[in-house]
């Protein structure tokens, strides 16, 4: 079985205003390094932001969304620890807390059990419903299937509790607060702002043809 990987951060955070803003920055990936977001409005629309249309199309065929758009996305670390991602109108900053006895646990796993697919989905199985509570990550799964039918697992090699800031369009979107699930796809990231170090995996299969609409506010 042919599996593909894409190797970097997801980091994420909801707010007050009922926008969730999750973005990805991925150093090693079959389009080389690269960063996307995906961006769930508080009316329910999902929203895709990719570099370029190899990504996009990608993306797009193994999550859902309403809206999709080609922007310049940077992902940066700042000489403070800050973490910004700017996207089209999307602004998120989040900064790492120190790291907890949760994280440290996560990290502790030697690489090659966590990279290893059935140990996954062992720790989907068993080890998810006790750390869900501690990371406030009630639907977060770490393998599922998407919606055009890959398998894919997500090996977890650290998660940072981070303090959130965003903006959409230059308006600050609030405190950070729970959310209604994105939908994005089968497993939801933390409502708790966090940056997560992740291999993703892929059983490679030719992804769906995902919608084309255009963003427009």
């Keep these: 079985m042919a599996v593909i990987t894409f190797d970097g951060h997801i980091m994420g955070a909801s707010f007050a205003s009922g926008d969730r803003i999750v973005a990805g920055r991925w150093f090693r990936s079959p389009f080389g390094a690269f960063a996307d977001v995906m961006w ?3 009316d329910g629309r999902r929203v895709l932001i990719a570099p370029d249309e190899r990504v996009r199309d990608f993306v797009a065929g193994h999550y859902a969304f309403d809206q999709m758009a080609i922007e310049d996305v940077r992902v940066e670390r700042a000489g403070n620890g800050e973490i910004e991602a700017i996207a089209g109108p999307v602004r998120l900053v989040l900064r790492a807390r120190p790291r907890g006895p949760a994280s440290m646990l996560i990290a502790m796993r030697p690489r090659r059990l ?3 697919r059935p140990w996954i989905a062992v720790e989907d199985r068993v080890v998810r419903p006790l750390v869900q509570p501690l990371f406030a990550a009630a639907g977060a799964r770490t393998t599922g299937v998407t919606f055009a039918g890959a398998r894919e697992w997500y090996a977890i090699h650290d998660l940072r509790e981070a303090d959130a800031e965003a903006s959409i369009d230059g308006v ?3 405190a950070p607060a729970a959310c209604e699930p994105a939908g994005f796809g089968f497993s939801e990231f933390p409502s708790q702002p966090a940056i997560v170090r992740v291999t ?4 490679e299969v030719a992804p769906r043809a995902g919608p084309a609409a255009a963003l427009s506010g």
Excluded: H, I
């Design 200 to 203: 993703s995996m892929f059983a």
């Design 172 to 174: 600050d979107l609030g």
């Design 114 to 116: 966590r990279t290893w």
């Design 40 to 42: 769930c409005r508080p």
